[in-house]
Protein backbone atom coordinates (compact mmCIF):
# COMPACT_ATOMS: atom_id res chain seq x y z
CA UNK A 1 0.00 0.00 0.00
CA UNK A 2 1.48 3.32 -1.30
CA UNK A 3 1.77 5.88 2.15
CA UNK A 4 0.58 9.35 1.41
CA UNK A 5 1.32 12.35 3.72
CA UNK A 6 -1.10 14.57 5.21
CA UNK A 7 -0.90 17.39 2.92
CA UNK A 8 -1.99 14.99 0.26
CA UNK A 9 -4.37 14.04 1.83
CA UNK A 10 -5.57 17.78 2.85
CA UNK A 11 -5.64 18.35 -1.04
CA UNK A 12 -8.66 15.85 -1.50
CA UNK A 13 -12.09 17.49 -1.43
CA UNK A 14 -14.33 14.69 0.95
CA UNK A 15 -17.97 16.69 1.55
CA UNK A 16 -21.17 15.58 2.82
CA UNK A 17 -23.78 16.62 0.73
CA UNK A 18 -27.34 15.63 0.60
CA UNK A 19 -29.44 13.78 -2.93
CA UNK A 20 -32.20 15.98 -3.93
CA UNK A 21 -32.56 14.07 -7.14
CA UNK A 22 -32.17 10.53 -8.22
CA UNK A 23 -33.05 9.21 -11.98
CA UNK A 24 -32.04 6.22 -14.50
CA UNK A 25 -29.64 6.46 -16.45
CA UNK A 26 -29.79 3.87 -19.80
CA UNK A 27 -26.93 5.30 -21.63
CA UNK A 28 -24.37 4.37 -18.83
CA UNK A 29 -22.53 1.47 -19.92
CA UNK A 30 -22.44 -0.23 -16.41
CA UNK A 31 -26.21 0.12 -14.59
CA UNK A 32 -26.16 3.52 -12.77
CA UNK A 33 -28.25 6.34 -11.08
CA UNK A 34 -28.22 10.05 -12.13
CA UNK A 35 -27.76 12.18 -8.82
CA UNK A 36 -27.84 15.44 -8.34
CA UNK A 37 -26.57 16.34 -4.38
CA UNK A 38 -26.95 19.46 -2.42
CA UNK A 39 -23.76 20.91 -0.44
CA UNK A 40 -24.74 23.92 1.10
CA UNK A 41 -24.88 27.90 0.09
CA UNK A 42 -21.69 28.13 -0.61
CA UNK A 43 -21.10 25.00 -3.09
CA UNK A 44 -24.18 24.76 -4.70
CA UNK A 45 -25.69 21.20 -6.00
CA UNK A 46 -23.25 19.05 -8.36
CA UNK A 47 -24.26 15.77 -10.52
CA UNK A 48 -22.57 12.22 -10.46
CA UNK A 49 -22.92 9.29 -12.06
CA UNK A 50 -23.67 6.24 -9.22
CA UNK A 51 -23.29 2.37 -9.84
CA UNK A 52 -25.66 1.89 -6.78
CA UNK A 53 -28.70 0.06 -8.67
CA UNK A 54 -28.12 -3.20 -6.82
CA UNK A 55 -28.72 -1.75 -3.81
CA UNK A 56 -30.25 1.21 -4.08
CA UNK A 57 -33.87 2.55 -5.31
CA UNK A 58 -34.15 5.98 -6.61
CA UNK A 59 -36.57 7.40 -4.32
CA UNK A 60 -34.04 5.99 -1.30
CA UNK A 61 -31.62 7.78 -2.34
CA UNK A 62 -33.71 11.20 -1.94
CA UNK A 63 -32.94 12.86 1.23
CA UNK A 64 -29.86 10.79 2.06
CA UNK A 65 -26.16 12.12 3.46
CA UNK A 66 -23.60 11.17 1.25
CA UNK A 67 -19.79 11.87 1.29
CA UNK A 68 -18.43 13.01 -2.44
CA UNK A 69 -14.88 14.09 -3.96
CA UNK A 70 -15.41 17.60 -4.96
CA UNK A 71 -12.04 18.39 -6.74
CA UNK A 72 -12.11 15.66 -9.16
CA UNK A 73 -12.55 17.08 -12.87
CA UNK A 74 -15.88 16.84 -14.94
CA UNK A 75 -15.81 13.24 -16.22
CA UNK A 76 -17.42 13.02 -18.94
CA UNK A 77 -19.76 9.88 -19.53
CA UNK A 78 -21.94 9.46 -22.47
CA UNK A 79 -23.90 12.21 -22.54
CA UNK A 80 -23.51 13.05 -19.44
CA UNK A 81 -21.11 15.32 -17.17
CA UNK A 82 -20.27 13.89 -13.86
CA UNK A 83 -19.46 17.13 -11.57
CA UNK A 84 -18.06 14.73 -8.33
CA UNK A 85 -17.31 11.48 -7.17
CA UNK A 86 -20.24 9.66 -4.19
CA UNK A 87 -18.27 7.43 -2.49
CA UNK A 88 -19.38 3.95 -1.64
CA UNK A 89 -17.31 0.29 -0.46
CA UNK A 90 -17.89 -2.67 -2.19
CA UNK A 91 -19.38 -5.64 -0.99
CA UNK A 92 -18.05 -9.16 -1.42
CA UNK A 93 -20.56 -9.34 -4.44
CA UNK A 94 -19.64 -6.33 -5.78
CA UNK A 95 -22.51 -4.40 -4.85
CA UNK A 96 -21.86 -0.48 -3.64
CA UNK A 97 -22.97 0.35 -0.52
CA UNK A 98 -23.03 4.53 0.21
CA UNK A 99 -20.55 5.72 2.69
CA UNK A 100 -22.45 8.12 4.49
CA UNK A 101 -22.74 9.99 7.91
CA UNK A 102 -24.25 8.13 10.65
CA UNK A 103 -25.36 11.21 12.17
CA UNK A 104 -26.92 14.10 10.19
CA UNK A 105 -24.32 16.88 9.54
CA UNK A 106 -24.22 20.42 7.90
CA UNK A 107 -24.00 19.81 3.86
CA UNK A 108 -20.76 20.96 2.34
CA UNK A 109 -18.84 19.78 5.58
CA UNK A 110 -15.63 18.31 5.16
CA UNK A 111 -14.64 15.10 6.29
CA UNK A 112 -11.97 15.41 9.13
Not at 15 to 41: H, N, S, Y
Not at 43 to 69: C, D, F, M, N
Request: aromatic share 8%.
Amino acid sequence: MTQISWDDFMQVELRAGTIVAAEPFPQARKPAWKLTVDFGGEIGTRRSSAQLTALYQPEQLIGKQVLAVLNFPPKQIGPFVSECLVTGLYREDGAVVLAVPDQPVPNGARLA
